[in-house]
């Protein structure tokens, strides 16, 4: 089992930056990692995945080119670069671990979550 907690998030002018950290209690290069956001009202979706070695990364059309997830499995930790945000970037963002080998972008394929951390990009 592992235990995820993000951090990083916070206010940022349209255009700006941030990243966001996830530190796992456990081994993460057992586990595919992923980052996913909700925004009000809406449903959880996938926002980028990496595999278990780092060498495999996805991401959500809307982030690609913007957005850059890694790992270091050293430091048991998962980054989420962000750059360019947008007020539609706008969520909390969570980060899970998935203990299988495929790479999902579904939610309910992840076993594990963190508590979530906001994200609000102002216009």
């Known amino acids: 089992q592992v235990q995820l907690v993000e951090s990083g998030g916070g206010l940022v002018q349209a255009g700006g930056s941030l990243r966001l950290s996830c530190a796992a209690s456990g081994r993460t290069f057992s586990y595919v990692m992923g980052w996913f956001r909700q925004a009000p009202g809406k449903d959880r979706e996938f926002v980028a995945g990496?595999?278990?070695?780092?060498?495999?990364?996805d991401y959500a059309d809307s982030v690609k080119g913007r957005f850059t997830i890694s790992r270091d499995n050293v430091k048991n930790t998962v980054y989420l670069q962000m750059n360019s945000l947008e007020p539609e970037d706008t969520a909390v963002y969570y980060c899970a671990a998935d203990s299988s080998w495929a790479m999902y972008k579904s939610p309910s394929e992840f076993d594990y979550w963190g508590q979530g951390t906001q994200v609000t990009v102002s216009s």
């Open positions: 990496i595999s278990r070695s780092g060498g495999i990364r």
